[in-house]
């Protein structure tokens, strides 16, 4: 008999495409001239946006594919384009890291309809608008400007209460770079989570642990890369150069990148991390339980210090990290205070977790302090759900056709022993 554990196939599909799907809203628009609709996560929570659709009035789920989003974080604003993505972005001036999806093949008229579609083909948001018509759909025309949601009209199709934008309005739209439209792609004050895809890369010390697993995590808070390359670590001597960071390379928005005493492959071994996760190993630098870290950036500019004594007084004075790490909270970003420091603990507020052996406590290869999102095991296959078959009791085929809760069109199938 074929034992293929469906319980976790369930598992798997439901993480993979089961949305809070209420958080997404259509937060603006124009119909003509720059042609957009600007989509955007008001929620707390990420949601993944595989297999999401738009489409006009037509009505039609899956006509224009919105599966390039991918994980959209909570307070994300992601925008469609009638253009192209590229040059979207250079009519509005607007960096890499805000998601356009260009070359809508499903245009918008002056009285038209925007439909959003989640992964099972439901619909999640609708706004029907003709600026000559009447309440509900009667309200701004959105040839030249366009046209945002107030909190009073989110997601309850009542485009005669949307407002016109205007440059320097509580949406703090702006002029375009070119044709005169006015419009804040990419950004929405609906949102309830602070989020800008576009805040310059900012590394900062976020954990650490000078004895037993020897660490120290560093993250890019901001939301553009910061490139490593000349970059250099060094503990109390403050000498810029002593330990080259620069195999950290280009480090993403919202990335944690870390260095250990032993070397990158015993310390993911360790804590069970995937290859995406960076790791320079061998620092000959090694911590004390007083001791210092210092980050100096390819000029020899100090970036960030922590100094540290847990039988010190404040700053210096904080948790004592030989067997469980301490990780840095909001309040103490880059203000070399130790003392206000925290000591891991196991499902804390950074999701710590025992290592795979000698009792340490840690969440290295992520913080909660990263202001976007970053997944470096992505598709990687670490840590994810898997499915077993018994190879000496069941043919080559394999077809667990499609799944009823949650509802999803997809279905898996596979052969066994066929490499293609």
């Not at 642990?209 to 109390?236: I, P």
Request: glycine share 10%; proline share 4%; aromatic share 8%.
């Amino acid at each position: 008999m074929q034992k293929i554990y469906l319980g976790i196939l369930s598992f798997f599909l439901l993480n993979l495409f089961s949305t809070a799907s209420a958080q997404m809203r259509i937060t603006e628009f124009q119909y003509n001239g720059s042609e957009f609709v600007e989509f955007s996560n008001i929620g707390a929570t990420a949601i993944n946006m595989n297999g999401w659709s738009f489409d006009d009035n037509s009505r039609t789920a899956g006509a224009f594919s919105l599966s390039a989003y991918g994980m959209v974080r909570a307070g994300e604003s992601v925008i469609l384009s009638e253009t192209t993505a590229a040059d979207f972005r250079t009519l509005w001036n607007l960096c890499d890291n805000i998601k356009v999806i260009g070359s809508n093949t499903q245009n918008l008229g002056r009285s038209d309809e925007i439909n959003l579609y989640d992964n099972s083909g439901a619909l999640v948001d609708r706004l029907t608008y003709n600026d000559q018509g009447t309440t509900p759909q009667g309200g701004p025309r959105t040839d030249v400007n366009s046209a945002w949601v107030p909190q009073s009209a989110l997601g309850n199709n009542t485009h005669i209460n949307w407002v016109l934008s205007a440059a320097g309005d509580t949406e703090n739209s702006f002029a375009a770079t070119s044709g005169g439209f006015i419009a804040s792609p990419g950004k929405s004050s609906r949102t309830i989570v602070p989020y800008n895809p576009c805040a310059p890369g900012l590394m900062r010390i976020t954990e650490f642990q000078y004895n037993g697993s020897e660490f120290v995590e560093l993250t890019n808070l901001g939301g553009l890369a910061v490139d490593m390359t000349g970059w250099s670590f060094d503990d109390n001597t403050r000498t810029a150069g002593s330990f080259s960071l620069s195999d950290f390379g280009s480090v993403k928005g919202g990335e944690s990148v870390i260095i250990s005493e032993t070397t990158a492959a015993a310390f993911r071994t360790l804590w069970n991390l995937c290859d995406g996760i960076k790791v320079i190993g061998g620092n000959s630098q090694n911590l004390g339980r007083s001791d210092e870290i210092n980050i100096y950036d390819n000029t020899g500019t100090l970036i960030d210090r922590l100094t540290y004594n847990d039988q010190g007084t404040a700053p210096q004075g904080g948790p004592r990290t030989d067997v469980n790490s301490a990780w840095v909270p909001q309040a103490a970003l880059g203000n070399n205070t130790h003392n206000a420091c925290i000591l891991s603990a196991v499902n804390d507020a950074e999701g710590s977790y025992a290592s795979s052996s000698g009792g340490f406590v840690a969440s290295p290869g992520k913080s909660a302090r990263a202001t976007v999102s970053f997944d470096p095991c992505s598709g990687q296959g670490s840590g994810l759900p898997t499915i077993q078959v018994d190879t000496a009791s069941t043919s080559n085929l394999v077809d667990a056709g499609t799944t009823t809760a949650p509802l999803s069109p997809f279905a898996v199938s596979a052969v066994i022993n066929d490499a293609t």
